[in-house]
């Protein structure tokens, strides 16, 4: 007979099933709450359960052997290194005091829009604590001296010696520019003054060239 012989077949083949209820098993130990279809949730609780088994039996022994076959086969089961690390070493201890009964589904009320399906929740019932953030610690800032007192403390260690900064250091320009001799600035001619100017030579040129035929 199949008394007791119960298995949810999802409408799948088994490699399918297997690998199915891992990636949900994985998916619950990181995030801790999942939505899934009702038959997912409900083939998935006895599954994630008896992993969670495994861990509370490592974590109960001392033996370093047993601790690494309870891990190896977690990871058989659920095929993720890193889920079962994080099951091992951070959820198992919620679940010391608890002998079964783990995860919780609650139904959803309203059904998948594309096939109607019942939509439900599974979560751990015991929640991972949550580690407290360390508060920053603020360093005092230093004030810094003002400027003006550097300066007088540096004046006074050179021993109120002259100040050079602000001299006018003398420009190779200034060494070759004319000298002033203190006459005022001469107009510029204009172009008539100019055109009379030339006038008057040739006027001068041709009475020399007259003189010099008469001779």
Request: some cysteine; aromatic content about 2%.
């Amino acid at each position: 007979m199949r008394h007791r012989k119960h298995n949810h077949q999802l409408g799948v083949k088994t490699a399918h099933r297997s690998s199915l209820l891992a990636n949900l098993s994985c998916s619950l130990i990181e995030n801790g709450r999942i939505k899934t279809t009702l038959a997912k949730a409900r083939a998935l609780r006895p599954s994630i359960e008896k992993a969670i088994t495994l861990a509370k039996k490592a974590h109960a022994t001392d033996d370093a052997a047993q601790k690494v076959h309870y891990r190896r086969l977690a990871i058989a089961r659920l095929r993720s290194k890193a889920a079962v690390k994080k099951l091992f070493d951070e959820l198992a201890e919620q679940f010391v005091t608890r002998n079964g009964g783990y995860t919780r589904i609650y139904k959803l009320a309203l059904p998948r829009l594309g096939d109607a399906a019942e939509m439900a929740l599974i979560e751990f019932v015991e929640e991972a604590p949550k580690k407290k953030a360390k508060k920053k610690k603020v360093a005092a800032k230093k004030v810094k001296p003002s400027t003006k007192n550097s300066e007088d403390e540096d004046s006074k260690s050179i021993g109120d010696k002259p100040d050079t900064s602000d001299a006018v250091v003398d420009k190779p320009e200034a060494s070759l520019a004319k000298v002033d001799t203190g006459e005022a600035p001469k107009p510029a001619k204009t172009k008539k003054e100019l055109k009379q100017k030339d006038s008057s030579e040739s006027e001068d040129s041709n009475i020399v060239e007259e003189k010099k035929e008469e001779k």
